[in-house]
T-cell receptor
Framework: DAGVIQSPRHEVTEMGQEVTLRCKPI?????LFWYRQTMMRGLELLIY????????DSGMPEDRFSAKMPNASFSTLKIQPSEPRDSAVYFC????????????FGPGTRLLVL | KNEVEQSPQNLTAQEGEFITINCSYS?????LHWLQQHPGGGIVSLFM?????KKHGRLIATINIQEKHSSLHITASHPRDSAVYIC??????????WGAGTKLIIKP
C-alpha cells in the first residue's frame, strides 16, 4: 500500500487566499484525522471522521476552516481566507477505527501564509 | 501541569550510548503510543502499549500502569536515531493527548 497520501507537500500563499489541502487515506481504513503541528502548540487534532462522517470537529480553530470527506478515499481541509497564523504543518492520518490502534500518518503539507 | 509530560526535552548523546526517554501521564488511558518524527517531518508510529514491554530491534518501550509512566529505550544508539520522539496517551478510540516531544541528537 502507498500509505497515506497528502498533497500538496508544500504550499506558499498570500494572506486572504483560499487554501485546499488533500488527503487520501490507506485503503480499507475508515477513520481519518486532520492534525496541525506548530512549534508553539505541537500536534493538535483538528477533526476526526469515521465512515466519512465528521465525529469530532471541536479542534477546528474557527469558521475559516472546513473539512469534507465525500468518500472513503478522499478528504479535504480548506482554509478560507488564510491568515499568517495558519502557517503550520498539516498532517492527515488514518486507521481502521478500532480500539487501541496505531494511526498512520501522511507526510504532511507545509503551509506558509505570507 | 500538562496531562502528558516528557523528559528530557532535549538530549544529546554519543553514538553507542544507551538512551532513555520518559513519559508520565495523569489521565486514564487505553494505550500509550510512542512515535518518531524525523527532521524531514514524517511521523512514524513506533509502539503502542497498554501493559508490560515491547521490543523492536534496538528500541524497547515499557509501561507501568500503576505509576502512569512509560519509557522508551534505545540501545547502541546511532546517528540515524536522531529525531524527535513523541509519546501520546490514548484517552478514547480516537483521541490522543500528545507530549511535547524529546529532541534526540546522536553524535558520531
Amino acid at each position: 500500500d502507498a500509505g497515506v497520501i497528502q498533497s500538496p507537500r508544500h504550499e506558499v500563499t498570500e494572506m486572504g487566499q483560499e487554501v485546499t489541502l488533500r488527503c487520501k487515506p490507506i485503503s480499507g481504513h475508515n477513520s481519518l484525522f486532520w492534525y496541525r503541528q506548530t512549534m508553539m502548540r505541537g500536534l493538535e487534532l483538528l477533526i476526526y471522521f469515521n465512515n466519512n462522517v465528521p465525529i469530532d470537529d471541536s479542534g477546528m480553530p474557527e469558521d475559516r476552516f472546513s473539512a469534507k470527506m465525500p468518500n472513503a478515499s478522499f478528504s479535504t481541509l480548506k482554509i478560507q481566507p488564510s491568515e499568517p497564523r495558519d502557517s503550520a504543518v498539516y498532517f492527515c492520518a488514518s486507521n481502521r477505527g478500532v480500539s487501541r490502534e496505531t494511526q498512520y500518518f501522511g507526510p504532511g503539507t507545509r503551509l506558509l501564509v505570507l | 501541569k500538562n496531562e502528558v509530560e516528557q523528559s528530557p526535552q532535549n538530549l544529546t548523546a554519543q553514538e553507542g550510548e544507551f538512551i532513555t526517554i520518559n513519559c508520565s501521564y495523569s489521565v486514564g488511558i487505553s494505550a500509550l503510543h510512542w512515535l518518531q518524527q524525523h527532521p524531514g517531518g514524517g511521523i512514524v508510529s513506533l509502539f503502542m502499549l497498554s501493559s508490560g514491554k515491547k521490543k523492536h530491534g534496538r528500541l524497547i518501550a515499557t509501561i507501568n500502569i500503576q505509576e502512569k509512566h512509560s519509557s522508551l529505550h534505545i540501545t547502541a544508539s546511532h546517528p540515524r536515531d536522531s529525531a524527535v520522539y513523541i509519546c501520546a496517551a490514548a484517552i478514547s478510540n480516537y483521541q490522543l493527548i500528545w507530549g511535547a516531544g524529546t529532541k534526540l541528537i546522536i553524535k558520531p
